[in-house]
């Protein structure tokens, strides 16, 4: 059961070792996580880690943050997600379709095709413009570039769910996305663990942020069959077989 609360505590060691280099922590700090505070980018790195990335896509930056008010999001690219896809057989996609009206974009459609042994899957996404821009910068002056990434992301999430189904771009937020809560998971999971009956775990885990509920859910279904009673096996008795002789003929 502490199996979990004992991988976080790994998690937040190695991450403190790797950042005790000042020249790595003010890098980071500058590029990585540029407009976060050092807790911030700690815990940011923790969450990548969780989701498995390694401390080195942070340094590559094959994932960054995204500060939102007192929060943030991570994000990465989609050539990023395109590598995640060829190791996991992808092996092409379709021009983006445009639905245009009145000379504006409406919507963009892309496929991509993922080789699972000998069959090829496609797997189409459409996605709305109006869903996405933000009316300035790229979006103003490269819609279609911009909209044909976002479909192109969706497509690649629907191909390798396993692979890449908490992996978003910068393009993807919104503009009324809320900021990530400073979320301890370490103290959540020994939450959990202190409950001492069913009724303590289950006010627990009613009381744990969403972003918990996401990484300890494991923990918490092993701690709940821990309470549960094992089943009383049913016993099933055996007929004696009797031999039936043959009855003496008169």
């Excluded at 500060?67 to 050539?79: A, E, H, I, K, N």
Aim: net charge positive; proline share 3%.
């Amino acid at each position: 059961m502490e199996k979990d609360t004992k991988e976080l505590v790994k998690i937040k060691a190695e991450i403190t070792e790797q950042l005790e280099d000042k020249e790595t922590f003010n890098s980071l700090l500058v590029t990585t996580f540029k407009g976060l505070d050092a807790q911030l980018m700690k815990r940011a790195i923790m969450e990548g880690v969780m989701r498995g990335f390694t401390f080195n896509d942070f340094l590559e930056k094959n994932v960054y943050a995204v500060p939102f008010g007192g929060g943030y999001s991570l994000v990465t690219s989609v050539d990023y997600a395109r590598k995640i896809g060829m190791r996991s057989g992808i092996v092409g996609k379709s021009a983006p379709e445009y639905e245009e009206k009145d000379g504006k974009v409406i919507s963009c459609s892309v496929t991509v095709k993922r080789k699972v042994e000998e069959y090829v899957g496609e797997y189409t996404a459409k996605v709305y413009f109006s869903e996405y821009t933000t009316g300035k910068n790229l979006w103003q002056s490269k819609p279609r570039t911009m909209i044909a990434k976002v479909a192109e992301m969706h497509a690649l999430r629907m191909a390798c769910p396993e692979e890449l189904s908490q992996t978003y771009m910068e393009e993807e937020l919104q503009t009324d996305s809320k900021p990530v809560r400073d979320v301890d998971f370490i103290v959540c999971a020994e939450k959990l663990e202190a409950a001492k009956t069913l009724d303590e775990l289950n006010t627990v885990w009613a009381n744990l942020p969403v972003e918990a509920k996401q990484e300890l859910e494991n923990l918490a279904k092993k701690l709940k069959k821990g309470f549960e009673k094992p089943k009383p096996k049913k016993v099933t008795k055996k007929k004696d077989e009797k031999v039936l002789g043959k009855s003496n003929k008169k």
